[in-house]
T-cell receptor, first 112, second 113 residues
Framework: GQQVMQIPQYQHVQEGEDFTTYCNSSTTLSNIQWYKQRPGGHPVFLIQLVKSGEVKKQKRLTFQFGEAKKNSSLHITATQTTDVGTYFC????????????FGKGTLLTVNP | DAGVIQSPRHEVTEMGQEVTLRCKPI?????LFWYRQTMMRGLELLIY????????DSGMPEDRFSAKMPNASFSTLKIQPSEPRDSAVYFC???????????FGPGTRLTVL
């Protein structure tokens, strides 16, 4: 079955430092979604990547989809305390009966 | 527009009792998902419906769990009998046809004593 590994599991940074989380799949993906979950909250959709090598930006967040469509990354430049939360990737292996799988998430904490 | 609505937001019950969680998806969305989140296991997909029909229930832990979607605007997840290991946050999410973007409800925090 589809395996999704997300690293690191935890990341603690000083405010202003950069942060990156990675999502790796054992199979080629149809697309990948990224979500953010604030402490005590629910996952909120951030972005979807579909094309090989795709790069998308949202203010200080940069999302990349690997050329082989097996990995992805989320990079935050100059973290702020509002970035605190768990970042999840969600992968779709495609097909008529699609299988969505969430990574275990990366918990980001930011020291002000 | 209202997002996904879940009730109750918190539920505390004793082992052996029946628990029913409720979800109202976003109007117009035709896919509905039930997830369970724990520290140990993360976000687990329990079951999903497409046009009110269960498509994949391979994530349902065991026979004690059942889910229904009698119409496009309502779904339930029932646990009978409940056990302490069922304690978790249960999320409902919905999406529209042809998309994989999911919109999550606020969740139900279930505690089974």
């Amino acid at each position: 079955g589809q395996q999704v590994m997300q690293i690191p599991q935890y990341q603690h940074v000083q405010e202003g430092e950069d942060f990156t989380t990675y999502c790796n799949s054992s199979t080629t993906l149809s697309n990948i979604q990224w979500y953010k979950q604030r402490p005590g909250g629910h996952p909120v959709f951030l972005i979807q990547l579909v094309k090989s090598g795709e790069v998308k930006k949202q203010k200080r967040l940069t999302f990349q989809f690997g050329e082989a469509k097996k990995n992805s990354s989320l990079h935050i430049t100059a973290t702020q305390t509002t970035d605190v939360g768990t970042y999840f990737c969600q992968t779709d292996s495609g097909g008529s009966n699609y299988k969505l799988t969430f990574g275990k998430g990366t918990l980001l904490t930011v020291n002000p | 527009d209202a997002g996904v609505i879940q009730s109750p937001r918190h539920e505390v019950t004793e082992m052996g009792q029946e628990v029913t969680l409720r979800c109202k998806p976003i109007s117009g969305h035709n896919s509905l998902f039930w997830y369970r989140q724990t520290m140990m296991r993360g976000l687990e997909l329990l079951i999903y419906f497409n046009n009110n029909v269960p498509i994949d229930d391979s994530g349902m832990p065991e026979d004690r769990f059942s889910a229904k979607m009698p119409n496009a605007s309502f779904s339930t997840l029932k646990i009978q009998p409940s056990e302490p290991r069922d304690s978790a946050v249960y999320f409902c999410a919905s999406s529209s046809s042809g998309t994989t973007t999911q919109y999550f409800g606020p969740g139900t925090r279930l505690t089974v004593l």
